[in-house]
């Protein structure tokens, strides 16, 4: 099993909708979790960071953290076009004492 | 306050070559790191500076990867002799040295390395 999952995608969304990035993490006793979002050709940027139970907003953006079932998501809603990246999701895991990414989700989002 | 930065942003060279690549991390920054993203697989940690320290190397692919940071300030990354597989885009990054667990890492634009 990978230490964090993400389906690659790509995943299309219309614009105005809700868009959901979902993450699983394999380390029980991480405690921070992040999602970067990096544009074609740029560098990651970190946009969310959650380290409790329960949804954390910022905007349009809401990061949601499930311990128990070692699932952590990101909804964006009102989606816009300019939203269109990949979405990476991040797990620091005690164990490596490191930030582990996933492979990312490209989310596409339809005019 | 100017972000990371990474020098060069394309490489191509030959099997065979060294490859040279700097990153420049933000100004004050202990920590500083370095990652690769090989085509269609995730964000790779290689390895951490605290300073001009490496904390944690545990990702260095073999010993034809060598890094450093002298002064603590900028870091260089060098491939002798390049391989195929050594292909990908190179990352670093950098943040303050506080709680490593909650920290923010700032990314730099990544060296895109070809090796043919």
């Known amino acids: 099993q990978k230490e964090v999952e993400q389906n690659s995608g790509p995943l299309s969304v219309p614009e105005g909708a809700i868009a959901s990035l979902n993450c699983t993490y394999s380390d029980r006793v991480s405690q921070s979790f992040f999602w970067y979002r990096q544009y074609s050709g740029k560098s990651p940027e970190l946009i969310m960071s959650i380290y409790s139970n329960g949804d954390k907003e910022d905007g349009r953006f809401t990061a949601q953290l499930n311990k128990a079932s070692q699932y952590v998501s990101l909804l964006i809603r009102d989606s816009q076009p300019s939203d269109s990246a990949t979405y990476l999701c991040?797990?620091?895991?005690?164990?490596?004492?490191?930030?582990?990414f996933g492979k990312g989700t490209r989310l596409h989002i339809l005019p | 306050e100017a972000g990371v930065t990474q020098f060069p942003s394309h490489s191509v060279i030959e099997k065979g070559q060294t490859v040279t690549l700097r990153c420049d991390p933000i100004?004050?920054?202990?920590?500083l790191y370095w990652y690769r993203r090989v085509m269609g697989k995730e964000i790779k940690f290689l390895l951490h500076?605290?300073?001009?320290?490496?904390?944690?190397e545990s990702g260095m692919p073999n010993n034809r990867f060598l890094a450093e940071r002298t002064g603590g300030t900028y870091s260089t990354l060098k491939v002798q002799p390049a391989e195929l597989e050594d292909s990908g885009v190179y990352f670093c990054?950098?943040?303050?040295?506080?709680?490593?667990?909650?920290?923010?890492?700032?990314f730099g634009p990544g060296t895109r390395l070809l090796v043919l």
């Open positions: 100004s004050g920054h202990d920590n």
């Open positions: 991040a797990a620091f895991m005690n164990r490596d004492d490191k930030i582990i």
């Open positions: 990054a950098s943040s303050p040295n506080r709680d490593r667990s909650r920290e923010t890492q700032y």
């Open positions: 500076f605290v300073k001009e320290s490496k904390q944690d």
